[in-house]
């Protein structure tokens, strides 16, 4: 697992690069947590060159998501590929996480001040 970090304005994008699996998960999830014990508020995965996420994965991804909503951040996803999208999907996170199809969308969302999904809010709390 390779990742990136790049920072956007007030967004950071970490890019994942491989696979988000029971082995990778708690470097990715320490990492992270790192950038949000930093103060980093608005974050953004940038999934072009994931290729494969399991459910450890999917369990950083909400660990991450209940974070940042406690702390009124932002998070979003962008440029899933087919596989990690069907994963998140049959797992039934796309209510609970904003996905776009490019990082550059997924950036715009989380720098934007605008507050929706409230559902995400009661999944999220109930996780």
Same mark, same amino acid.
């Given at each position: 697992?390779? =990742?990136?970090?790049?920072?956007?304005?007030?967004?950071? @994008?970490?890019?994942?690069? +491989?696979?988000?699996?029971?082995?990778?998960?708690?470097?990715?999830?320490?990492? *992270?947590?790192?950038?949000?014990?930093? +103060?980093?508020?608005?974050?953004?995965?940038?999934?072009?060159?994931?290729?494969?996420?399991?459910?450890?994965? &999917?369990?950083?991804? =909400?660990?991450?998501?209940?974070?940042?909503?406690?702390?009124?951040?932002?998070? #979003?996803?962008?440029?899933?590929?087919?596989?990690?999208?069907? *994963?998140?999907? @049959? #797992? +039934? &996170? !796309?209510? @609970?996480?904003? @996905?776009?199809? !490019?990082?550059?969308?997924?950036? #715009?969302?989380?720098?934007?001040?605008?507050?929706?999904?409230?559902?995400?809010? !009661?999944? &999220? !709390? #109930?996780?």
């Amino acid at each position: 697992m390779e =990742i990136k970090e790049e920072k956007r304005g007030d967004v950071k @994008i970490v890019g994942l690069r +491989g696979k988000l699996d029971a082995e990778t998960s708690p470097s990715v999830q320490e990492r *992270v947590m790192n950038l949000l014990g930093q +103060g980093e508020r608005r974050l953004v995965f940038d999934f072009s060159e994931l290729t494969y996420i399991s459910s450890c994965g &999917l369990r950083v991804l =909400i660990e991450v998501a209940r974070d940042l909503q406690k702390a009124d951040g932002k998070l #979003a996803l962008g440029a899933l590929n087919g596989h990690v999208s069907e *994963v998140i999907r @049959i #797992a +039934g &996170l !796309t209510s @609970i996480l904003s @996905i776009y199809p !490019t990082c550059e969308e997924a950036v #715009a969302h989380a720098q934007s001040d605008k507050r929706g999904e409230e559902s995400s809010t !009661t999944l &999220l !709390t #109930a996780a």
